[in-house]
């Protein structure tokens, strides 16, 4: 690989590290908190402890997607290459703002912080997301409608998060001219695409309806507007660095001193103002 190709690929894997982990620790970890409170609500849906093929239950389908997540979770954590989340991968001039003893855990911890931002932040437009489902779901007759409608919102989230993901790694490949299947090799295990098809094999197995019955058009558009309202809100520079600041307060602990989660903050409303001032121009 030329010299001038190799300082594009840094600039393009530098630039996109920075992004996909802010969008991705919004999105991939609301939904995810969308996810459990979906899962312990379908513990009450009538089919729950049904029988599907294989011989497992319902139950079993969610609980599939629930280890996945754990799954994911170890790769990021611990991953020999492509290393997002490791202390000792840190600069120097990074690595003095924080605690000395600061673990990968913490760092892991700290991350996961945005999403649970994000999920408080947003938490009115998901109520509202899934009372559209719920609302279409009795429409139409389908039994177990106000829990079913949960496990539905949180499919969405889901694809809602696969869906920033992609457009984080696809705009910096763009940008930077570097192919899209390098910072996939790279940046691929963020993605929550395989959960997302499991949770929905999971929905199906509760109601296979929920992939089959015609929308009305209002349905429809009321659903569409919700979707677009929480895409719009997760991706949102507002959300996605307030989130961060809100992480650095209630993980204070693990930086070097308050002097160093002030500058912290300082300089992630500097980032905001950045941002903003390059949408708007």
Not at 271 to 279: F, I, N, Q, S, Y
């Amino acid at each position: 690989m030329e010299k001038r190709e190799l300082q594009r690929l840094y600039a393009a894997v530098s630039t996109a590290a920075s992004l996909v982990k802010l969008v991705c620790g919004v999105a991939n970890n609301a939904a995810w908190l969308v996810c459990l409170e979906a899962h312990d609500r379908m513990k009450g849906h009538y089919r729950y402890n049904a029988r599907i093929s294989g011989g497992h239950t319902v139950g079993w389908a969610y609980l599939r997607a629930l280890k996945m997540y754990q799954q994911y979770e170890r790769r990021l954590l611990y991953a020999t290459e492509n290393r997002m989340f490791c202390v000792a991968d840190m600069s120097p001039e990074v690595r003095k703002r924080y605690w000395d003893g600061l673990t990968d855990q913490q760092y892991y911890e700290f991350w996961t912080g945005l999403g649970a931002d994000a999920y408080k932040r947003t938490r009115p437009m998901i109520t509202s997301l899934q009372n559209k489902y719920r609302l279409s779901l009795l429409n139409h007759g389908i039994k177990d409608a106000d829990i079913l409608a949960w496990a539905m919102v949180a499919q969405a989230c889901l694809e809602l998060a696969v869906k920033m993901y992609e457009s984080a790694i696809t705009n910096t490949a763009k940008e930077h001219g570097v192919r899209k299947d390098i910072m996939e090799r790279i940046f691929g295990q963020f993605s929550l695409k395989e959960i997302a098809r499991v949770w929905g094999m999971a929905l199906s197995d509760t109601e296979p309806a929920t992939g089959g019955y015609e929308l009305e058009h209002t349905e429809e558009r009321n659903i569409e507007v919700g979707l677009e309202q929480l895409e719009e809100a997760w991706s949102n520079p507002t959300t996605l660095y307030k989130a961060t600041i809100e992480s650095v307060d209630d993980y204070a602990e693990i930086f070097a001193s308050r002097m160093e989660a002030k500058i912290a903050k300082s300089e992630i409303d500097a980032a905001e103002r950045k941002t903003r001032e390059e949408m708007e121009g």
